[in-house]
């Protein structure tokens, strides 16, 4: 049994994103993703007009003809929330944490896929695995999930992303619409992003504070990193360092570009500091033109 004030808080975040998902996110969702959940069946000799990404290249190397690999259609869709939950997380200089955003934004998921009859699972990550949800259909279950995300208390407070995607990668087998939720202040994930990528069709979805990419003249500051209890103290008097500042913050907010582009994976960028409504309304559009 869900205790009672936890369940009131979660009842809360459906009624917050019902009409989102009734109104915008139902059709968008179901016209992006339903019935983009394939199954491998066989491979077959390529025919003019077949799309080149289908083609199966092992098959064709040994064969020395070129041959497409042949999808059914699944019934369901698996949707994956990768939650970073890192004590990066408790941070944010406007109306919302970085980790309530987080957690509407997965409300806002969730609900959707399972009004699309989809399965939702969990995976909670710090600098280790904190917690994994099976994915399961229906609102008891999302109920669950959403209660995970709001109420867990991790153990880790840094954050590695290279863990949870090798994680997702061996409980989760068949192709899955993965959600990766997090700051995205972590390092060397790019192989295991990767090797993700091409088995799940993933979608990254950063959250940043303003006060993360430019520090105002506000005198000596300081600052304190949330994940290793590091404290710094900066002149913020001095352009010099609020530059300095500013140009780090651009420089890693570039590469993180750069490293999702090159992986074919979609970004959806998130500020504390506005709504997250549109960032999330253009990349569905966006995401149903390419499918048309």
């Known amino acids: 049994m869900i205790p009672k004030e936890i369940l009131k808080k979660v009842r809360r975040l459906e009624i917050q994103t019902r009409a989102l998902v009734n109104d915008v996110f139902s059709g968008e969702y179901h016209s992006v993703f339903k019935g983009r959940g394939m199954e491998f069946a066989e491979v077959r000799e390529y025919m003019v007009g077949d799309d080149i990404r289908s083609i199966d290249w092992n098959v064709t190397a040994r064969t020395g003809h070129p041959y497409v690999k042949i999808f059914d259609e699944e019934r369901e869709l698996t949707v994956m929330l990768l939650v970073d939950a890192s004590s990066s997380g408790e941070f944010g200089t406007h109306e919302q944490m970085k980790g309530d955003i987080a957690a509407e934004m997965c409300a806002l998921l969730a609900f959707s896929a399972i009004k699309n009859n989809d399965k939702v699972g969990l995976i909670i990550f710090t600098d280790r ?83 993360e990419t430019e520090i105002p003249n506000v005198g000596l500051v300081e600052l304190e990193d949330a994940e290793t209890g590091e404290i710094y103290l900066l002149d913020t008097t001095d352009e010099f360092n609020r530059k300095k500042f500013a140009q780090e913050a651009a420089r890693r907010g570039l590469l993180r570009e750069k490293t999702l582009r090159s992986m074919n994976v979609d970004p959806v960028d998130i500020r504390t500091d506005q709504p997250y409504i549109e960032p999330l309304v253009r990349f569905f559009r966006m995401r149903a033109k390419r499918f048309r």
């Open 129 to 211: 695995i904190e917690k994994f949800v099976p994915p399961k259909k229906g609102r008891k279950h999302v109920y669950r999930v959403l209660r995970e995300i709001l109420y867990h208390k991790p153990e880790g407070r840094g954050t590695n992303i290279s863990a949870a995607l090798e994680y997702l990668n061996r409980v989760i087998t068949r192709r899955a619409v993965v959600f990766l939720v997090s700051d995205f202040l972590s390092e060397g994930y790019e192989k295991a992003l990767r090797i993700a990528s091409r088995r799940h069709d993933l979608v990254a979805i950063p959250i940043t504070d303003p006060r």
